[in-house]
């Protein structure tokens, strides 16, 4: 066994490509969704007869991947749950990888308000406050209080035409204002079941458009997926694809991340899936 310490951001990805081509057959990383995201992009750069099977210690603020595979049961990293849980029950599961252009993740991507609620987060309410931390930046985000002018600046959604094939090979071709494209049924915390028809191994991506900019209209959804009735919602759309999702923006470069990494913002992306990439051990 071999013990490695990330130094910078990417390292992680680097660790896990080297541990591969040192013969490993189980990477374990001990981090948040961010380090877990850069350790899936390690292992999916091996070719697949060598790839090392994955686990997680949850140590983060939402720890998505870790939840998903039942290695934290409560608000709040569990290691000694996540380590007993590997010890003497541990099962092998195999899960998909999604690809933002050329970005690895493993739980979702996003484009619009949840990159700008990302951006806007202060690393110390991260660490003090977890996910209620993301909770409070969607809040100033959306009603965009300026604390250096003392006043509000609301958030305008940008406008993006999103192309894809469903499932049943139906054309999707229309416009939206928020985009989420997922792996996993929570968006973040468990408060937010945004994906609800969701599965790590079912070879499919779970997309949902939000079709308006009404301010009013976006908080009722909001309120909506607590409730888990956003999906019938007119104002939302929701389908699942194997095939490549092209988002383009429709004016200025949208900001856009993988589970909760910003990436550069862009004009034009695509989105694609490697079903089952992995062997999870949980």
Known sequence: MRLWRTESAGHATELAHRAADHGATLVIVCSGDGGVRETVAGLV???????????????????????????????????IHACFKQLYWARSREIDVGYLNDQAFACFAGFGFDATLIENVPPQDKRLFKSWAFLASGLRTFFGWDPDQLRFQPYEPPKMQVRALDSEAQTIDTHAYFVAVGNVRDYGSRLFPFMQNARLDDGLLDVILVKTRDRMELLNIGTQVVARTHLRNPNVMAFQTRDEITVEAQGAPVPMHVDCELLDRARKSRIRIEARALVAVH
């Open 45 to 79: 750069s091996v070719p697949r007869e060598r790839r090392p099977k994955l686990s997680v210690i949850p140590k983060g603020t939402a720890n998505v991947l870790a939840k998903t595979l039942g290695l934290q049961l409560g608000p709040f990293p569990d290691f």
